[in-house]
């Protein structure tokens, strides 16, 4: 069972917005960054966001994080079909000793 | 730019070691900014971390893996490598080479394509 708590699925229209919620605890959000990930079907995972808020170069604006105490949340607007993917929060556990993951997040574009 | 590639067996029978190495084009792994690391992902599940190691030889594990996991670094080669003893089917996986440290300690930045690994007699 992943720590971190994600919703499996979640979907929205062409151009609109979506948000990716990600549920923790005060070992792991709570006191570390998060970090966000695009995994598109049959390619590995790429780096969305870092340091809660932060994007690396590349990443659209589109995409943006943000965090409030023991929840993270990532959002896409102006969703596109190439926006499908699954969508993996990331943190440190300090309790547990480990980089601990969500479950992912499946974005269908309708 | 960097690229991360991993090799190694796709079949391993249950109860042997996994071993897989990662080669690393478009960067040393003498650089002292980054971790070198591993993560799995189960068919249809989330991702796992499984360590990273410093190229000092400095490693980090996760302690669920801890006792059947070692992670050695080859400077001569530019490749890490990665071993799993005692291995079950639940460790059926993609098993991905990451990079971490130009964001984070604990945000990987580069990620090899994956490689299966089956678990099976």
């Known amino acids: 069972q992943p720590v971190l708590t994600q919703p499996p699925s979640v979907s929205a229209a062409p151009g609109q917005k979506v948000t990716i919620s990600c549920s923790g605890s005060s070992s792991n959000i709570g006191n570390h960054y998060v970090s966000w990930y695009q995994q598109l079907p049959g390619t590995a995972p790429k780096l969305l966001i870092y340091?809660?808020?932060k994007r690396p170069s590349g990443i659209p604006d589109r995409f943006s994080g943000s965090k409030s105490g023991t929840s993270a949340t990532l959002g896409v607007t102006g969703l596109q079909t190439g926006d499908e993917a699954d969508y993996y929060c990331?943190?440190?556990?300090?309790?547990?000793?480990?980089?601990?993951f969500g479950g992912g997040s499946k974005l269908t574009v309708l | 730019q960097l690229q991360l590639q991993e090799s190694g067996p796709g079949l391993v029978k249950p109860s042997e070691t996994l071993s897989l190495t990662c080669s690393v084009s478009g960067d040393s792994i003498n650089s002292s900014s980054y971790y070198w690391g591993w993560i799995r992902q189960p068919p249809g599940k989330g991702l796992e971390w499984i360590g990273s190691?410093?190229?000092?030889?400095?490693?980090f594990h996760n302690p669920s893996l801890k006792s059947r996991v070692t992670i050695s670094v080859d400077t001569s080669r530019n490749q890490f490598s990665l071993k799993l003893t005692s291995v079950t089917a639940a460790d059926t996986a993609v098993y991905s080479c990451v990079r971490q440290g130009d964001y984070g300690d604990y945000v990987f930045d580069s990620w090899g394509q994956g490689t299966l690994v089956t678990v099976s007699s």
């Open positions: 340091e809660n808020n």
């Open positions: 190691i410093y190229y000092s030889g400095s490693i």
């Open positions: 990331g943190t440190w556990d300090s309790f547990l000793f480990t980089v601990v």
